[in-house]
């Protein structure tokens, strides 16, 4: 009996040893499951993932052009961002690069920190002439270097007072977009825009100035400088399109022949008309342009549009809030986005007889709106028959042939075509301000309508529903009790909860 008790206890540490075996076996086989496990669950992760945007404003959900445009890049492009992580721009621009990676393997992103890595950025700084925070897009042999100022717009008006600059827009994926469609296209599009004729200047910061035009075409990669028109037998060669904007004076026809040849060969134009009023009462100066555009099937009429049906807070009757769009690519995203156009003097256009053109309206007044005729008593306008009855067009675009489709925003980039291929194209719009420095600034549409259209008359499809993205400004507002319960909840309520549960978890284990 002694011998067998023995036995069992010399036997008991063997089976002990065992039982610890087959316990740490088995929790060895649970952790290599469970990592196993892990590995396929991230794996699966990482190559079958979905990004989602819970911004109100969608900031950083990419476009179907943008996807378009990265689903046919055919060279890798290198994204380095020069930006500081305490940078208020770092956030939005490191989420929408990390966006175009995702979309595309072309698409590669480098952060460059200069206070953490400045040798490193030196480096890269001296490689691609960098002067300032922002981002380079290098694909090899061409290069976009985008600076702050070009991928947000900035309120400056706290400055003065010792505040930060805060953005206010985010332009990441428009700016960028348009750098990589200029990488793929290899060149930017070259706009002249004449003078001579008392048009609005590049140069001019005033209200009717192009200063603030200039700077949103240099965004879209537009080449842009002035021509002098008159004395020159033609377009210079290489010019994509030619803007007329708000011509004073008379175009002769020389320079008439010149734009007519120019469009002949595919040539695009932009015209501006304002409804210049003559040293003689009762009508306008003619610039020559009007006669030549009904050549085109665009009907320029000898009036002054007013809509007194739909004002506008703080303008005069002269300005018109245009937001009834045509069905067209370039007002297809304003008419989706609601956003209004501001023109200020405006002249009404309409359809003429020009077989082989296609003329469709743009923008549209009211019903309410007409065209007052009789300019020589502007002082007491009132609509009558001799008007022209509303709704009353003032903006338009012909392209030749039949009208054009709605644009898949899913299809690949049209290949671009020869000069000799392409067929006309003409926007015309009855006043030049909506264009100037006053109202590009004051209004988002105007911007959105210039840009658009500028770039369908090159062909740049995928650019024309790309708008500048407003930032979400999220404020707490609280009353003056709130911020009282707020205050007495923080100093004297948690606390208290915190030392009852504490004491009735003390009283418990007491127990």
């Known amino acids: 009996m002694a011998a067998d008790i023995a036995d069992s206890k010399t036997a008991d540490p063997g089976r002990v040893r065992r039982r610890q075996m087959v316990k740490t076996g088995t929790l060895g086989a649970a952790v290599l499951l469970l990592t196993a496990l892990l590995l396929i669950v991230n794996y699966f992760g990482f190559k079958y993932y979905k990004r ?3 911004t109100r404003t969608h900031l950083y959900s990419l476009s179907p052009k943008t996807r378009s445009i990265l689903a046919h890049l055919h060279q890798d492009v290198n994204a380095v961002v020069f930006l500081s992580p305490q940078d208020e721009l770092y956030s939005p621009l490191k989420e929408t690069l990390a966006r175009y990676a995702a979309a595309s393997p072309r698409m590669h992103v480098r952060e460059i920190d200069p206070e953490k890595r400045p040798i490193e950025a030196q480096k890269l700084i ?19 270097v985008l600076d702050k100022a070009e991928l947000a717009d900035f309120d400056f008006s706290g400055v003065q007072f010792g505040q930060k600059a805060q953005m206010t827009g985010f332009k990441g994926e428009q700016v960028i977009t348009s750098a990589l469609l200029q990488l793929s296209e290899g060149r930017k599009p070259k706009a002249l825009f004449t003078t001579g004729h008392g048009e609005s200047s590049l140069d001019d910061p005033g209200p009717r100035g192009l200063a603030s035009a200039q700077e949103a075409l240099a965004r879209d990669d537009f080449e842009v400088s002035e021509w002098a028109s008159l004395g020159k037998p033609a377009v210079p060669p290489g010019t994509d399109v030619v803007v007329i904007a708000g011509p004073k004076g008379s175009f002769v026809q020389p320079e008439l ?27 306008l100066v003619p610039t020559g342009l009007e006669a030549w555009l009904a050549g085109y099937g665009v009907k320029v009429d000898n009036d002054i549009v007013v809509d007194p049906s739909n004002p506008l807070p703080f303008f005069g009757p002269e300005t018109i809030f245009a937001n009834k769009y045509g069905d067209h690519p370039i007002t297809r995203p304003l008419s989706r986005d609601k956003l209004p156009a501001l023109l200020s003097l405006v002249r009404s256009l309409g359809k003429g007889n020009a077989p082989g053109y296609t003329v469709t309206p743009l923008l549209d007044t009211t019903p309410g709106g007409w065209g007052e005729t009789d300019l020589g008593h502007l002082e007491k306008v009132a609509k009558d028959p001799t008007d022209i009855q509303g709704p009353v067009t003032v903006a338009v675009a012909v392209n030749q042939g039949a009208p054009e489709p709605p644009a898949d925003p899913d299809a690949p980039p049209p290949a671009p075509k020869p000069a000799s291929t392409k067929g006309p194209r003409l926007v015309v ?5 909506f264009a100037g420095n006053q109202l590009l600034q004051a209004n988002f549409g105007n911007s959105v309508l210039l840009s658009n259209s ?3 008359l090159v062909d740049r499809q995928q650019l024309l529903s790309i708008p500048p993205k407003k930032t979400e400004q999220v404020h707490l507002s609280l009353t003056q009790s709130e911020i009282r319960t707020v205050y007495l909840l923080s100093l004297f309520v948690l606390p208290g909860l915190g030392v009852v549960l504490g004491a009735l978890v003390y009283v418990k284990r007491r127990r």
């Open 454 to 456: 500028m770039n369908w």
């Open 126 to 144: 001296d490689q691609y002439n960098v002067k300032n925070d922002g981002l380079v897009l290098d694909s090899g042999k061409n290069r976009r």
């Open 52 to 54: 989602f945007d819970w």
């Open 429 to 433: 719009v009855g006043d030049s301000d």
């Open 257 to 283: 022949d010149a734009l007519t040849a120019y469009l002949k060969g595919g040539g695009r134009l932009l015209v501006l008309l304002d409804p210049v009023m003559g040293r003689a009462a009762g009508g």
